[in-house]
């Protein structure tokens, strides 16, 4: 039975893994097509100069270079874990340590995680430091100094075991004291939290890592006043964070729910970008606002989550799953740690799934900036700006946007808006 529990397992992951490699091949060759004119785009034509393509080319090839190895590599690690020992020396560890260290019930599930957890964090690192370092710092990105890059990760850790360990402590507890129907305690747990952790973000969160003003004084933030009367979005939610602390990058974004919804301008962005341009953008974040994206995505997920645990309900009982990676006492911290690992395969499959939710999303938002400015073409040019200033690929193979993109190709963006306003 273990034979079967890890042949199948292996089967799922190197297909999974295949399946990302080849997308990432395809992607690459795609860019580099000899049969395919190296020129500008449709839309982009006269917009952008022959240099700023090529550089385009060269940053989204050194990024899938660099993916090749750090597939592989993210693979191999998970491979080590699984089956090189670690799982059952984190396991007696824990249950050897905890009762000294943090002596309460759920003490060693609690430690086993965290072991668990600086075991994948470290693993990460390398990878982590040379995407930062190395390519977004050869394409003049980076902004981050490596003593701010170590401050971010230490504030990680605090917020992620502050915030994690109470919260595994009452998973643990559900598991364990009620009953048949645990999973469904679980979910309404974990929903919830899920729920707190969105609308304390913005406020709680977010400003130990970034600074955020509200717009200054001028003409631009009176038409923005005027653009979220027009649209009935609070005026007080509207800021410019300081992105320029670690990254060229410019992005804007949407977040929170209930009182503490708001839009977040990075200031690279409002650099960029002309008056009319930054309307748009506004205007398009509004659009997730008012269609309600932030709430389709929670519903989204608590069906994910919802399956995933009744799956978990099924297998926490069934013992080859632990003998077959080699731990002799099943648990209910194990249980978490190898479902979190061995589901990956599956909801790999959904990912292409949740995207193409999230570009419907981005095409709602895009007509409906559009529609309250009354023209597209503002719309049109910041995606423009933006994909340019942040060397966006701008001929991305299909297939792999169609599973990986959370947003459609600017080019897609830009003939969805002329079809709207036509
Ligand atoms: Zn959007």
Redesign the pocket.
């Given at each position: 039975m273990e034979q079967l529990v890890v042949g199948l397992f292996l089967a799922a992951f190197s297909l999974e893994f295949l399946v990302e490699f080849g997308l990432n091949e395809l992607n690459l060759r795609y860019l580099r097509h000899p049969g395919k004119e190296q020129r500008v785009p449709d839309y982009f034509q006269g917009k952008m100069s022959t240099g700023e393509f090529e550089m385009s080319a060269a940053y989204t090839l050194a990024k899938g270079r660099f993916q090749r190895w750090a597939e592989i590599y993210g693979r191999a690690m998970i491979l080590v874990f699984l089956f090189a020992g670690w799982l059952p020396y984190f396991d007696q560890l824990s249950r050897s340590v905890a009762p000294r260290l943090l002596p309460f019930t759920q003490g060693t599930g609690v430690l086993f995680c965290l072991l668990v957890a600086l075991f994948f964090w470290l693993a990460s690192l390398p990878t982590d430091l040379y995407a930062k370092f190395g390519i977004e710092s050869r394409f003049g990105f980076n902004k981050t100094s490596l003593c701010l890059y170590l401050t971010d990760k230490l504030k990680m850790a605090l917020i992620g075991t502050v915030l994690g360990v109470p919260f595994l402590i009452v998973v643990l507890w559900l598991m364990d004291a009620s009953g048949r129907y645990w999973w469904l305690w679980a979910f309404v747990f974990i929903m919830s939290f899920q729920f707190l952790m969105v609308s304390i973000y913005p406020t709680l969160i977010a400003p130990w890592f970034n600074k955020f003003e509200p717009l200054k004084e001028g003409e631009f933030r009176d038409r923005v006043i005027a653009l979220a009367k027009q649209v009935g979005f609070k005026t007080s939610g509207i800021f410019s964070m300081d992105g320029s602390k670690r990254s060229a990058h410019s992005n804007a974004y949407f977040t929170g729910i209930g009182k503490t919804k708001r839009i977040v301008l990075f200031d690279t962005l409002l650099e960029q970008m002309t008056a009319d341009q930054g309307i748009a953008v506004l205007a398009?974040e509004m659009g997730?606002y008012k269609m309600k994206h932030i709430r389709t995505m929670l519903v989204l997920q608590s069906l994910v989550l919802f399956a995933g645990l009744y799956v978990l309900s099924l297998l926490i009982d069934f013992r080859p799953l632990f003998s077959a990676f080699g731990l002799e006492q099943p648990s209910n911290h194990a249980a978490l740690v190898l479902f979190s690992l061995l589901s990956g395969p599956a909801t790999f499959y959904l990912s292409p799934l949740i995207n193409l939710i999230s570009r419907t999303h981005?095409y709602e938002?895009d007509r409906f900036a559009a529609v309250a400015l009354g023209e597209g073409r503002p719309m049109e040019e910041a995606l423009i700006k933006l994909s340019i200033k942040n060397l966006a690929n701008l001929t991305p193979h299909p297939w792999y946007s169609a599973y990986h993109y959370s947003h459609p190709t600017p080019a897609e963006r830009i003939r969805a808006i002329r079809e709207c306003m036509a």
């Open positions: 398009h997730h981005e938002a």
